[in-house]
């Protein structure tokens, strides 16, 4: 069933006096998800615990249209989410998210799909103009003309029952998540940037952005010795310790400590004794069927013909004197971002820069791409080719082109 939480109106962007809603049941949220068909959009927020697990513990969610809201409690006995996912799905309406990565990634664990279409607040508040990493609290400020409370932050949402006041904190979220994503849609529809934001989408929207494949592991580490025999061992240690922790559903340092990986990888241990030895390695593990299976782990590295070992890609070696022009191209991504109003995370990093400075056009990185070119890519590259000159106007930097600079005349 339905339940309802009076919350007091000083407390509420609802209304006056109004209810929150808590839908614990599957034939009370089949009803309220027949209730959002068919919207344009609808924001999405979701509570959950990670603290302890490997997969985040969903605990809370809340869905609003710009007539409805509720607070979905997935943690309820007789509640089946399925339709929740199938609203998810949709293709008619936007699912509106803030800093949308990890929900999305428990909806995917839990449906093996991604929401779609899909709409992030935070991209386009940077597409916008609102900085790098401008926080929820000030764009709902800028935006919507509200504050934010933050007494409930650190709530233990597993925890039943919760009170008003908690289930107020959580639903204001996705109400005020409305304003906001109205705003910012209609400065993108003035500026023309609406496809900005899109292609930004693309990668939050690729299914691969959320797959945990053991075996890809290692790579998300700090490779500290290159050899490709060692790295071979890293792989697998670091593919078993996933394992397990998927399996356990445990954080990954409750199996082995990222450290102790790099240890095996150098050690390659062969039995029980060996493991055992290795520091960080819990002698439960070492000494039962799963220390095995580690072993076992090993044993293929090292037994992986040389054809077949792992390798790190070759990094492109940049010219040892591309520091000041990495410098003024820094200071040129500023000033382009600035004029556009845009924030520079999205444009290029340092790496990026240090691409451009030392391979030009033959870079591999984004910013000399699509509307990133356009920004800065071209005028990058002009810096580079010394086609660009910087000066400063009117207290500001500028970019002017180097063939409309005054030149003495010759005598």
């Known amino acids: ?13 609802l209304g006056d006096g109004e209810e929150v809603t808590v839908l614990t049941d599957t034939a009370s949220l ?9 919207s344009s959009y609808v924001t999405v927020d979701t509570e959950f615990m990670r603290e302890t697990t490997y997969w985040s513990k969903l605990c809370l969610i809340q869905l609003a249209n710009t007539e409805h809201a509720a607070v979905i409690d997935p943690l309820a006995p007789d509640l089946d989410l399925a339709p929740f996912h199938d609203l998810l799905a949709s293709p008619e ?19 093996g799909e991604v929401p779609a279409p899909l709409f992030d607040t935070q991209v386009a508040a940077m597409v916008c103009g609102f900085g790098d990493s401008v926080s929820y609290e000030n764009l709902v400020a800028k935006l919507g003309n509200a504050k934010i409370d933050k007494g409930q932050r650190f709530t233990d949402w597993e925890r039943r029952p919760l009170t008003a006041k908690q ?11 409305r304003p906001v994503y109205e705003a910012l849609t209609e400065r993108l529809d003035e ?48 593919a078993w310790r996933e394992r397990e922790a998927q399996r356990l559903n445990v954080p990954r340092r409750r199996i082995l400590r990222d450290e102790a990986l790099h240890e095996i990888a150098v050690q390659a241990p062969r039995s029980r004794e060996e493991l055992s ?16 299976d580690l072993i076992n782990s090993v044993a293929r590295a090292l037994g992986r013909p040389d054809d077949e070992l792992p390798h790190l890609p070759p990094r492109r070696q940049l010219p040892g004197n591309i520091g000041p022009l990495v410098e003024l191209l820094k200071v040129l991504l500023k000033a382009r971002c ?5 924030a520079q995370k999205l444009i290029a990093s340092v790496d990026n820069l240090e691409e451009i400075a030392g391979h030009g056009e033959d870079a591999p990185v984004l910013a000399l791409h699509g509307w990133r070119y356009d920004v800065f890519g071209r005028d990058a590259l002009a810096l580079r080719a010394g086609d660009l000159a910087l000066t400063v106007e009117d207290n500001r930097i500028a970019a002017i082109e180097r063939s409309a600079i005054a030149r003495p005349q010759d005598s």
């Open 277 to 292: 030895a290795i520091r960080g390695m819990s002698r439960g593990i070492a000494e039962s069927a799963r220390g095995d």
């Open 167 to 177: 289930l107020h904190y959580a639903l204001a979220d996705v109400l005020h998540l």
């Open 93 to 111: 309406t936007v699912k509106v998210f803030h800093s949308a990565r990890q929900d999305i990634e428990i909806f995917f664990h839990l449906t």
């Open 191 to 238: 500026s023309g940037r609406a496809a900005w934001v899109a292609e930004e989408m693309a990668v939050l929207t690729n299914p691969a952005t959320y797959r945990l494949d053991p075996d890809s592991a290692w790579q998300r580490l700090k490779v500290r010795n290159p050899k490709r025999r060692t790295l071979a061992v890293l792989h697998e240690a670091a």
């Open 30 to 38: 089949a009803e309220f998800c027949i209730r959002l068909a068919g």
């Open 338 to 342: 600035e004029a556009h109003g845009v």
């Open 1 to 13: 069933m339905a339940r309802r939480h009076r919350v007091p109106a000083d407390e509420t962007p």
